[in-house]
């Protein structure tokens, strides 16, 4: 079955520490994207990446890193220099970025909570 | 003036209702719409996306009226699986980058 897989579903951070969230995706989607939810709060876009070896800043990049080596994968790495990385974070993918009618399509989300 | 916005809600209704979720949004540059459906503590999953002319998914019906910038969303004959948490999609292109903007949600509970 085509689909957006995350993992870990849930992921526990210490002080100091970089962790990294993985997104991999069978779709043949081009355009992949990373959003943080929290709480009473909508989706918030914190990288995206329309075509391998390319990504832009989102809204809330500060704090995050990413890659995009692969068409299929686009993993997240929360370093330590976000003060507040407890959150819901949601992977999407759409099959061509620029094209605005296209929906996104999203993974089933990695909790990440701070020890 | 928040991008996208939407009534938190939550709407209380018996089975068998119909019940109606309107979203406003800001930038008139905005060029499509999508509401999504989201069950607590998941992730959101595409209900139907807002054409135009409106545009209709067996008890479910959407539209849009670009001149007031407001998109809506109908629920006839309510089930109790429809309670969930429905959001406010709107997709803007700047330059080549699509951009979704996503409303906060409203919440739906439907009672026997």
């Known amino acids: 079955d085509g689909g957006i897989t995350q993992s870990p579903k849930y992921l526990f951070r210490k002080e100091g520490q970089n962790v990294t969230l993985s997104c991999e995706q069978n779709?043949?989607?081009?355009?992949m994207y990373w959003y943080r939810q929290d709480p009473g709060q909508g989706l918030r876009l914190i990288y995206y990446s329309q075509i391998v070896n390319d990504f832009q800043k989102g809204d809330i990049a500060e704090g995050y890193s990413v890659s995009r080596e692969k068409k299929e994968s686009f993993p997240l790495t929360v370093t330590s220099a976000q003060k507040n990385p407890t959150a819901f974070y949601l992977c999407a993918s759409s099959a061509s970025g620029p094209r605005v009618e296209q929906p996104q399509h999203f993974g089933d989300g990695t909790r990440l909570s701070i020890l | 003036r928040k991008e996208v916005e939407q009534d938190p809600g939550p709407f209380n209704v018996p089975e068998g209702a119909t019940v109606a979720f309107n979203c406003t949004y800001s930038?008139?540059?905005?060029?499509?719409f999508f509401w999504y459906r989201q069950d607590c503590r998941k992730e959101p999953k595409l209900l139907m996306s807002?054409?135009?002319s409106g545009n209709e998914d067996g008890r479910f019906t959407a539209q849009l009226n670009r001149a007031s910038q407001y998109i809506s969303l109908l629920i006839r004959d309510s089930k109790l699986s429809d309670s969930a948490t429905y959001l406010c999609?709107?997709?803007?292109?700047?330059?080549?980058?699509?951009?979704?903007?996503f409303g906060t949600g409203t919440r739906l509970q439907v009672t026997l």
């Open positions: 807002v054409y135009s």
């Open positions: 779709l043949n989607h081009d355009a």
């Open positions: 999609v709107v997709n803007t292109l700047t330059g080549t980058a699509s951009k979704l903007t």
């Open positions: 930038n008139s540059a905005s060029q499509s």
